[in-house]
C-alpha cells in the first residue's frame, strides 16, 4: 500500500541540539511534499512544502528539509532546536496524478529547557 | 480573516445517534477536506470537495456523508455514530487540491 513513514513517534532533545526527522513515502513519479506542525493548542500549520526546483527547502521558524528523490525521502532539520519548537510534526505527501494528501503518523517533539 | 472554522470543539454521542459537524472558510478557497485524526496514525481523509459542486471519498469514507452547501461551507454528517468514529475531526482548505491545506481547529468527538 502506498504509504508516508516517519520513523520516530517521539523525539526528546534539549534546547540547542540539532534536530532531524525522517520521512519516507513509497509512491513512483512526480511528488509534492509538506511537513506541518501542530504546535499545543493550536491549529496544524504548514512548516514547509517542495513542489519543484531546488531539492533544499526552507520554511518558517529555521527549519529546512531535503528532497532526496533516489531514497524517497524528505527529512526535517533545524540545527538548532529551542523550547518553543516542541509540537507534533507531520510529513505529508501528495502526487500530481492525484491530489490527495497521505499522511505520516507524526512525531511529537520535546525540547527539554 | 477567520479562517477555518469548526463547531462545534466538542461532543460526546451515544452509539446510534446521528449529528453534524459543521465547517466554514472565508479564504474563497476551491477544495476543502474532512480528516480525522487518530492516536498513531496521523490524519486519514474521510471526504473531499474539489470544487463547488463535487464531492468525493476519501480513504475512510465509511459511516459519513457530506454536503459542499457552498463554496464556503463543508459539512460532514454521522448518521448512525458508532464507537469507532471516536476520533478528533479536522476540517480544511485549499486554493485548488495540489496547494497547501489550511486548518481548523478540530472537533474532540466521543461515542459511548
Known amino acids: 500500500a502506498q504509504s508516508v513513514s516517519q520513523h520516530n513517534h517521539h523525539v526528546i532533545l534539549s534546547e540547542a541540539a540539532s534536530l532531524e526527522l525522517g520521512c519516507n513515502y513509497s509512491?513512483?513519479?512526480?511528488?509534492?511534499l509538506f511537513w506541518y506542525v501542530q504546535y499545543p493548542g493550536q491549529h496544524l500549520q504548514l512548516l514547509l512544502k517542495?513542489?519543484?526546483?531546488d531539492p533544499l527547502v526552507k520554511g518558517i521558524k529555521g527549519f529546512e528539509a531535503e528532497f532526496i528523490k533516489s531514497k524517497f525521502s524528505f527529512n526535517l532539520r533545524k540545527p538548532s532546536v529551542q523550547w518553543s519548537d516542541t509540537a507534533e510534526y507531520f510529513c505529508?505527501?501528495?502526487?500530481?496524478?492525484?491530489?490527495?494528501?497521505?499522511w505520516g503518523a507524526g512525531t511529537k517533539l520535546i525540547i527539554k529547557p | 480573516n477567520a479562517g477555518v472554522t469548526q463547531t462545534p470543539k466538542f461532543q460526546v454521542l451515544k452509539t446510534g445517534q446521528s449529528m453534524t459537524l459543521q465547517c466554514a472558510q472565508d479564504?474563497?478557497?476551491?477544495?476543502m477536506y474532512w480528516y480525522r485524526q487518530d492516536p498513531g496514525m496521523g490524519l486519514r481523509l474521510i471526504y473531499y470537495?474539489?470544487?463547488?459542486?463535487?464531492?468525493d471519498k476519501g480513504e475512510v469514507p465509511n459511516g459519513y456523508n457530506v454536503s459542499r452547501l457552498n463554496k464556503r461551507e463543508f459539512s460532514l454528517r454521522l448518521e448512525s455514530a458508532a464507537p469507532s468514529q471516536t476520533s478528533v475531526y479536522f476540517c480544511?482548505?485549499?486554493?485548488?487540491?495540489?496547494?497547501?491545506?489550511?486548518f481548523g481547529p478540530g472537533t474532540r468527538l466521543t461515542v459511548t
Open positions: 480544511a482548505s485549499s486554493v485548488w487540491q495540489k496547494d497547501e491545506q489550511y
Open positions: 479564504m474563497n478557497h476551491n477544495s
Open positions: 470537495s474539489a470544487s463547488e459542486g463535487t464531492t
Open positions: 509512491y513512483g513519479g512526480t511528488v509534492n
Open positions: 517542495y513542489f519543484s526546483g
Open positions: 505529508a505527501v501528495n502526487r500530481d496524478s492525484n491530489y490527495q494528501l497521505i
